[in-house]
């Protein structure tokens, strides 16, 4: 279970080895159709392994950015073979990226196979993160929460067999089960630990007095939750406090909100695509989609100060708000994964945080970000 330990460099350092200057940066943002951060380290040789940033989810490292893997699988009508998908987090692996997450729901089990046939090669130089919580029938149909002892246990033993591994670096409960208490979740994944199956153990959209019980049992190392410039609750509902307070770090899925932070999204885009979870969505309706448009419009406009595409604002931003926020924007693409990595070469200010948190408050957004089937089941006071 060896830990990979990425060199730390600022962003000052990271630009003289990769034979950049600041000014160098900000013209050549996308050389190339590659970001600034993946040319330069191209351009001398190096590798992206050691020069990504790292940042702490409690005692674990990882890199700076996540990728999040459940859209090679599924949902968002991107469907990758497993010798695809393998193919690309090979790359992306390449590119620096060290932490993966999945879950056995994803699929359902399809995403952790396709994850565990991917990283395979150099498993002990990852973090893997996957989840349980779900109640999946034999047509592999969720049917529900359920994060009884016995079911964890028999998750996780699916998952080592999926993933091809004989540990797990963190495992997240999916949901929170209002039928299990916490603690006993807490306490079945603690003793997963002594049997080190498990390496860290962390919560996904759980509140902060569920993430109090279950840090008492076992110190929770991440809260896994949607954060971006659309959905920015964590901020405001006790979670970030929270984190801050216990030493516990954040994952944010959903950066760049299902792409429509990205100014790419149009409603003929997902027309094509009948079998897209984004459909059942009411802020991708075709005329909220339309009316929505206007945040990502407004990002690029923005972007044109750092020569940055939408995408990296909205990636450095959520990057800005916290230390311990680690974003796993999700891909099935590598043109997508090399875009993204330039948002680590954006040095937004203070005064930039606060432009565009003010332009997102005079537009607002239509429609809710979940469906009410997926709302029903957020963790709640």
């Known amino acids: 279970m060896n830990q990979r330990h990425y060199n730390h460099y600022d962003r000052r350092q990271f630009l003289k080895l990769a034979g950049l200057t600041t000014t160098a940066v900000a013209s050549t943002t996308l050389l190339g159709g590659l970001p600034a951060y993946a040319v330069g380290v191209q351009a001398v040789g190096l590798t992206a392994k050691n020069a990504m940033p790292t940042r702490q989810l409690g005692a674990l490292t990882v890199s700076q950015m996540g990728l999040g893997c459940m859209n090679m699988s599924v949902y968002y009508g991107t469907h990758l073979s497993d010798a695809d998908g393998a ?24 995403n952790e196979t396709l994850v565990g046939k991917g990283l395979k090669p150099f498993r002990q130089q990852v973090k893997l993160a996957t989840k349980f919580g ?7 149909e969720s049917i529900g929460l ?7 246990r028999k998750a996780v033993e699916g998952s080592l067999k999926h993933l091809q591994t004989d540990y797990i670096d963190l495992l997240y409960q999916h949901r929170v089960d209002p039928n299990v208490p916490i ?6 994944v603690k003793d997963l630990v002594k049997e080190g199956k498990v390496l860290h153990f962390g919560l996904s959209e759980a ?9 008492a049992v076992l110190p929770v190392a991440a809260v896994q939750s949607e954060f971006s410039l659309l959905e920015r609750s964590p901020e405001s509902n006790g979670v970030f406090d929270i984190c801050q307070e ?11 909100q299902q792409g429509l932070l990205t100014g790419k999204l149009r409603v003929e885009d997902l027309a094509k695509r009948p079998d897209d979870l984004r459909h059942t969505f009411r802020r991708f309706s075709p005329e ?22 939408a995408a990296q604002i909205a990636l450095a931003w959520v990057m800005a708000k916290r230390p311990f926020v680690v974003p796993i924007a999700g891909t099935g693409r590598l043109d997508h994964l090399q875009e993204n990595l330039g948002a680590l070469q954006v040095p937004l200010t203070a005064a930039d945080i606060l432009e565009i948190e003010t332009a997102f408050a005079k537009m607002g957004v239509a429609g809710e970000r979940m469906n009410e089937a997926q709302l029903s089941i957020i963790d709640k006071d």
């Open 87 to 110: 193919r690309l987090i090979r790359q992306v692996y390449d590119m620096g990226i060290d932490f993966f997450d999945t879950a056995e729901v994803y699929g359902a089990f399809t």
């Open 134 to 140: 779900f109640n999946i029938n034999d047509k592999g």
């Open 246 to 256: 216990l030493g516990i770090g954040f994952v944010a899925w959903g950066p760049l």
């Open 183 to 188: 603690e006993d979740v807490a306490g079945t």
């Open 207 to 215: 509140v902060p007095s569920t993430i109090r019980k279950a840090h």
């Open 146 to 152: 359920d994060s009884r002892p016995a079911s964890i």
């Open 288 to 309: 909220n989609l339309a009316k929505n448009a206007q945040l990502g419009e407004y990002l690029q406009q923005f972007g044109r100060k750092y020569n940055a595409t």
